[in-house]
């Protein structure tokens, strides 16, 4: 696999249509709004808080995150999006995380919080974070008013 490396603007084509891929398989919701996913992809590409990894030739995979100190004081690194084409993933997921992780450290985060969408493959998602040595510690629940 290819090694993982920040997006750069130019990018930001590649990684909408990962993000298509993304949205289409989940079943959301709510429709794929491009411009919308694109200034998310921008905003964490240019934001001083925020990362956005890639990963392959054409790339193949993408995660963004953030960090920022919680209200009790320590500071946390969230993954806001994880996406990789199937068929692509294993060491691709495991080159993303360890990138991922690297910056977190950098960056001066005690802890790292991973989410798994219910629509997407959530038992195997759950055990993926496991096995990547993560614990579950919350769940949110949602309602649409």
Same mark, same amino acid.
């Given at each position: ?32 709004? +491009?411009?919308?996913? =694109?200034? %998310? /992809? ?5 934001? *001083?808080?925020? #990362?956005?990894?890639?990963? $392959? ?7 963004? +995150?953030?960090?920022? =100190?919680? %209200? /009790? ?5 969230? *993954?806001?999006? #994880?996406?990789?084409?199937? $068929? ?21 985060? *005690? ?35």
């Amino acid at each position: 696999m290819s090694t993982v490396r920040q997006a750069i603007a130019s990018d930001v084509p590649r990684i909408l249509t990962l993000l298509r891929n993304f949205h289409a398989a989940g079943g959301f919701d709510f429709r794929f709004d +491009a411009p919308r996913f =694109e200034q %998310f /992809v921008k905003a964490a590409i240019f934001d *001083e808080q925020s #990362v956005c990894f890639v990963i $392959g030739v054409p790339i193949v995979g993408v995660l963004v +995150a953030s960090h920022a =100190e919680s %209200f /009790v004081g320590f500071r946390y690194a969230e *993954e806001k999006l #994880v996406w990789i084409e199937p $068929g692509q993933r294993g060491a691709a997921w495991r080159d993303l995380l360890c990138a991922f992780e690297s910056w977190a450290m950098a960056a001066g985060c *005690e802890r790292i919080k991973l989410s798994a969408q219910h629509a997407l493959r959530h038992p195997a998602m759950t055990r993926l974070y496991r096995r990547s040595g993560y614990l579950p510690c919350e769940t949110v629940f949602s309602k649409e008013i």
